[in-house]
């Protein structure tokens, strides 16, 4: 009997497709670089819409959680992700959570210098 002749198998791209959300330009530029070094590509996840809901109300971890139970539709059997959210713990404002914790950007976007000193 004659072996099976895979003549397709070196047509498509074999090399770990890895992908990062994040909306931070540095970030991306610096993870690029770093994957770079090692011999991999590092692709910037981008959409039209966010693509996962940040509800902050259940901490860091929920909504890390939640990332990847939403992202991981969008990608290929050969393809991983990783996701970037930043969380900020200021100890004189938090209590047993943190404080501004995952909603940092919009608490940094409404407080002044003046406010923060007085807290």
């Known amino acids: ?11 498509r791209d074999r090399t770990l497709k ?20 090692h011999g991999y590509r ?3 996840y981008t959409s039209h819409r966010e693509p996962y809901d940040e509800d902050y109300s259940k901490g ?5 959680i939640r990332a990847v139970e939403q992202i991981s539709g969008a990608f290929g059997v050969r393809s991983c992700f990783f ?9 004189s404002l938090s209590t047993d959570a943190d404080f ?9 976007s409404k ?3 003046a406010e923060l000193a007085g807290c």
């Open 1 to 11: 009997m004659k072996r099976p002749r895979y003549t397709h198998l070196f047509d």
């Open 111 to 113: 407080i002044s210098f």
């Open 100 to 108: 501004p914790g995952v909603a940092v950007k919009e608490w940094f």
């Open 83 to 91: 996701v970037e959210d930043t969380s900020l713990r200021i100890e």
């Open 60 to 64: 860091t971890r929920q909504l890390l």
């Open 42 to 44: 590092l692709l910037h």
């Open 18 to 37: 890895v992908f990062f959300y994040t909306s931070n330009l540095e970030k991306i530029s610096q993870a690029q670089l770093v994957f770079a070094r």
